[in-house]
């Protein structure tokens, strides 16, 4: 017990209040949303359980806040031996949703989880160390090679395991940022590009499914479901959704498409376009400002931190958040696939929202121990 109220008095002193201000008034206006975008069903269990696990987000952030990060990192080899395992669960426990076999539902249980969110934590703390070990040869082929198996790795397990595309590009788009931000020469990426294009054909043929690859399509050729009756639908009403508010919006609860359930997953990926509906353009530009304030934040964190590690850290996640905002909100208003990416903190969903917050727990740790590393150079890209 007094170690509990020792950890809580440091957490007071010295970790990061403000982001957990941030993240916790976005996840209360996403709360509010869920409310909103569920009143329809006539049931308080969507708005139960994304308020238990906002709590449980809250307890995570201070827990994580006061575990020095090193410790995870010293343990790569476990994180990646529990990432296989939870991932792996998804062949005997795992379930069916929108054509992705994403949900673990477990017995025991309550609510089901979703094991990539999880990973892109673990991910981002092992490419983090790696490159870190590696620091002073950043750009020989040993750390490109390692950073990019690491990388293909956790892709290839969500692609195979839960053919989740959409959650496979936020690692691809994890290493990208961070890979570049530690300072890997500009031609590693040339090689890169010239690679994925000669691998893309392949990947279409054998790993897209074909209602993702309608999609996908869909944005460029209007013959695809003229009718809007099949893969346009739920694109074409969200888009009805976004515009239909206007400037203020028709008022929280009076959506008109949005209480009459116009859109699947309205709570969760078509979130925003309730809040266009409902708030309006005000709406809308409010809940970016609020996500951006928080990534903000962690770049800050991250820039002020002289520890290469903990940097690539925080850039990790403020990569992981945007990439995520980003392809939601382009989702919404038809100009990115519909993919089934939440936006963090808003949309409904426990494990997506623990996991955030856990995230943003390793950031305030990261504010609470600069831990100067003299060795380690100012990051920035070399061209």
């Not at 509990?4 to 996840?27: A, N, P, Q, Y």
């Not at 994403?102 to 979703?114: D, E, G």
């Not at 209480?259 to 809040?275: G, L, R």
């Amino acid at each position: 017990m007094r170690r509990l109220w020792k950890g809580i008095r440091e957490f007071t002193r010295r970790g990061d209040l403000l982001l957990l201000l941030l993240c916790v008034v976005t996840s209360v206006f996403g709360l509010v949303m869920v409310a909103s975008t569920t009143h329809w069903s006539n049931s308080s269990r969507f708005v139960i359980v994304q308020g238990v696990a906002l709590i449980l987000g809250v307890l995570l952030y201070m827990l994580i806040s006061v575990i020095d990060i090193e410790i995870f990192a010293d343990h790569r080899v476990l994180l990646m031996v529990f990432s296989t395992v939870i991932m792996l669960m998804l062949r005997r426990w795992g379930i069916e949703v929108n054509g992705n076999r994403a949900w673990l539902s477990l017995p025991f249980l309550p609510v089901n989880i979703q094991p990539a969110e999880i990973c892109k934590i673990t991910f981002i703390i092992i490419l983090a160390k790696i490159l870190s070990d590696r620091r002073a040869h950043i750009s020989a082929p040993k750390t490109v090679g390692s950073a990019t198996a690491l990388t293909l790795y956790f892709v290839g397990l969500i692609i195979v395991l839960s053919h989740d595309a959409g959650s496979a590009m936020v690692f691809l788009f994890i290493f990208l940022i961070v890979a570049y931000v530690s300072g890997i020469r500009g031609w590693w990426f040339l090689i890169g590009l010239v690679a994925a294009a000669l691998l893309l054909p392949l990947a279409w043929k054998y790993f897209i499914q074909d209602y993702q690859k309608q999609r996908i399509l869909m944005l460029f050729d209007p013959s695809i479901d003229p009718t809007g009756e099949g893969v346009r639908w739920d694109t074409n009403r969200s888009i009805a959704m976004v515009s239909g508010g206007g400037v203020s919006g028709q008022g929280l609860f009076h959506g008109l498409m949005t209480q009459s359930h116009a859109v699947d997953s309205q709570y969760s990926d078509f979130i925003f376009s309730a809040i266009g509906e409902e708030l309006g353009n005000l709406g809308c530009l409010f809940t970016i400002l609020l996500l951006v304030s928080v990534i903000v934040r962690v770049l800050h964190v991250g820039l002020h931190t002289p520890n290469f590690m903990n940097r690539s850290i925080c850039f990790g996640i403020a990569a992981m958040m945007t990439f995520q905002m980003l392809t939601n909100i382009g989702m919404c208003i038809g100009v990115f696939p519909v993919i089934g990416l939440t936006l963090p903190f808003v949309s409904y969903g426990g494990s997506s929202l623990i996991t955030t917050f856990l995230s943003m727990g390793l950031v305030s740790g990261i504010h609470m121990r600069p831990d100067p590393d003299a060795k380690s150079p100012y990051i920035q890209p070399r061209l």
